[in-house]
């Protein structure tokens, strides 16, 4: 049994998503809980031909037996909530989600002012969600609380309590960051970044569950690299060049075109140091070597898939335990097993 933290290695976008499912499906832990900023983050989880794109509920709702949990680091628009709620009917939501008391609350004029603001839209190229502002409030300590909001009275729970009680039982916890490092606040490409942390100390303290209380850090990369939003990108290639390799990519939460670029090792190292990885996922290694699809084994993958996945292994010092290989949350070569 483990508690187990998953977060995103480079900008975002890292099929996150995917691994937490696929995790959540192969453990089933007794909670799953999201930190990270809030519904500026999207994550895509597919499930039999089918994919939901979630901005508020853990990608963690595929395991029916997990409580769903939203930390009190997490921002909450309410309409995203209520919307996800029934977009996710079928996996029996009402019974199994909830919302920590403290969780700061997204409201209309937070959005007008990211949408407003030159500087947010114009140079940092903000998602216009309304969670950089929504942010600022807090730190002003003028923000409004979940506690508050009695559409959310039904959901409402103590998240810390819930998660350090399943794991002082012995439970399985999985704890889903958003994001990726290089957005972080204080380690990434500051000013473009998103408005808190995003490394793996910073989603554990989102959700209340102390450093000594984690087992296992999953820290995840996609074969090749992709960026929204304004900031550097030493590795972009350009559009061209990605659409001939195959690799066109679209946001979640905003439908923007993605950059595409090669692995950043420097940043890749830099990323697992900060988070304290145990081990990585590399996900999108169909999309770069497309052979690897539907292959079973690590040992059936084509030479230059091996030989990327050795390399990132060899740069990072830590072990790629998971293979992405496909969109599916079982698309997965497990190298655990």
Do not use: W
Request: glycine letters at 10%.
């Amino acid at each position: 049994m483990s508690t187990t933290i998953i977060v995103g290695g480079h900008f975002g976008d890292e099929g996150k998503g995917k691994i937490v499912s696929y995790l959540c499906a192969e453990k089933k832990p007794k909670v799953v809980a999201r930190g990270g900023v809030g519904p500026n983050a999207g994550h895509s989880v597919v499930i039999k031909g089918k994919k939901y794109g979630i901005r508020m509920i853990p990608s963690g709702f595929v395991s029916m037996e997990s409580r769903v949990l939203i930390g009190a680091g997490v921002l909450v628009n309410p309409n995203v909530f209520m919307d996800e709620l029934e977009l996710l009917k079928d996996f029996n939501m009402k019974g199994r989600v909830a919302v920590d008391n403290n969780c700061a609350i997204i409201t209309k004029q937070h959005i007008i002012a990211d949408t407003r603001s030159k500087h947010l839209t114009q140079k940092i190229k903000s998602t216009g969600t309304g969670c950089g502002p929504a942010n600022a409030d807090r730190v002003n300590r003028v923000v409004g609380l979940a506690k508050d909001v009695p559409e959310l009275k039904p959901y409402l729970t103590d998240v810390p309590l819930e998660i350090n009680e399943a794991i002082d039982a012995g439970e399985n916890v999985i704890i889903e960051g958003t994001q990726g490092f290089g957005l972080s606040l204080f380690y990434g490409t500051y000013p473009y970044v998103t408005s808190n942390d995003t490394s793996a100390s910073a989603i554990a303290s989102d959700v209340g569950v102390g450093p000594t209380k984690i087992d296992e850090v999953v820290t995840v990369f996609k074969a090749h690299m992709s960026r929204v939003g304004g900031g550097p990108f030493p590795t972009e290639i350009p559009m061209e060049e990605a659409e001939k390799m195959g690799l066109m990519e679209f946001g979640t939460v905003t439908g923007r075109r993605r950059k595409i670029g090669k692995f950043d090792f420097e940043l890749g190292r830099r990323s697992v140091m900060i988070n304290g990885a145990t081990q990585i996922a590399i996900n999108c290694l169909d999309l770069m070597f497309p052979e690897s699809k539907d292959c079973k084994t690590y040992e059936e993958l084509p030479r230059e898939a091996r030989a990327h996945v050795e390399k990132i292994e060899k740069e990072l010092k830590v072990p790629a335990t998971l293979l992405g290989i496909g969109p599916e949350v079982h698309d997965i070569i497990d190298r655990r097993k």
